[in-house]
């Protein structure tokens, strides 16, 4: 079956560590995005790419970094430098930019312990 | 800036209840709009889309309409049953038809 699959589930963070979430898609979607969801604020943007080796900011990419070297992945780290990381992270794939409907992996939750 | 925006943020009813979520948008320059599903500590499933061009679409249960002049768009859920209690939450592209603007969300309780 095609989806989105996101790995771990769940991941805890020491201060200062840098951590990488995994997102993997075998839709044959150009477009991939990392979401932030926190209680009462819903999904913000972090980053997006619409094609492989290239991806651009999204609202709140601050501490953050990715990379897009296969069209299949797009792994999302989140470096010492983002201060608040305990969130539920979401990526989401389209098939062409923001126009097609977008399908969404489980999500992976990350704690700072 | 697109902002999206959910009325209410929360609604409880009775099994078997039609019932209607509202999302409402500032810029009616859209490419389509998305009605999800989210269960908690679960990721998002899509439900509806609405091209730009569309007024409503149906899956079973379910109807959205979309009015772009007005920046609204409803979901009608009928005879809800105690399995739709989940978030609700309406998505818009942004201007550049890159990605998707959320709303907070509607967390709907139904109960038997």
């Known amino acids: 079956d095609g989806g989105i699959t996101q790995s771990p589930k769940y991941l805890f963070r020491k201060e200062g560590q840098n951590v990488t979430l995994s997102c993997e898609q075998n839709?044959?979607?150009?477009?991939m995005y990392w979401y932030r969801q926190d209680p009462g604020q819903g999904l913000r943007l972090i980053y997006y790419s619409q094609i492989v080796n290239d991806f651009q900011k999204g609202d709140i990419a601050e501490g953050y970094s990715v990379s897009r070297e296969k069209k299949e992945s797009f792994p999302l780290t989140v470096t010492s430098a983002q201060k608040n990381p305990t969130a539920f992270y979401l990526c989401?794939?389209?098939?062409?930019?923001?126009?097609?409907?977008?399908?969404f992996g489980q999500g992976t939750r990350l704690t700072v312990v | 800036k697109q902002e999206v925006t959910q009325i209410p943020a929360a609604l409880s009813v009775p099994e078997g209840e039609n019932l209607v979520l509202n999302c409402s948008f500032t810029?009616?320059?859209?490419?389509?709009l998305q009605w999800f599903r989210q269960d908690p500590g679960k990721g998002l499933t899509s439900l509806l889309l609405?091209?730009?061009?569309?007024r409503e679409q149906t899956s079973g249960r379910l109807n959205a309409s979309l009015d772009k002049s007005s920046g609204r768009s409803t979901l009608y859920i009928a005879a809800s049953q105690p399995g739709d209690s989940a978030t609700y939450l309406c998505a818009v592209t942004n201007q550049a038809g890159t990605a998707l603007i959320f709303g907070k969300g509607t967390t709907l309780s139904v109960s038997s």
């Open positions: 989401a794939s389209t098939r062409t930019g923001g126009v097609t409907e977008a399908f």
């Open positions: 839709l044959n979607h150009d477009a």
């Open positions: 609405i091209q730009s061009s569309q």
């Open positions: 810029d009616s320059a859209i490419y389509n």
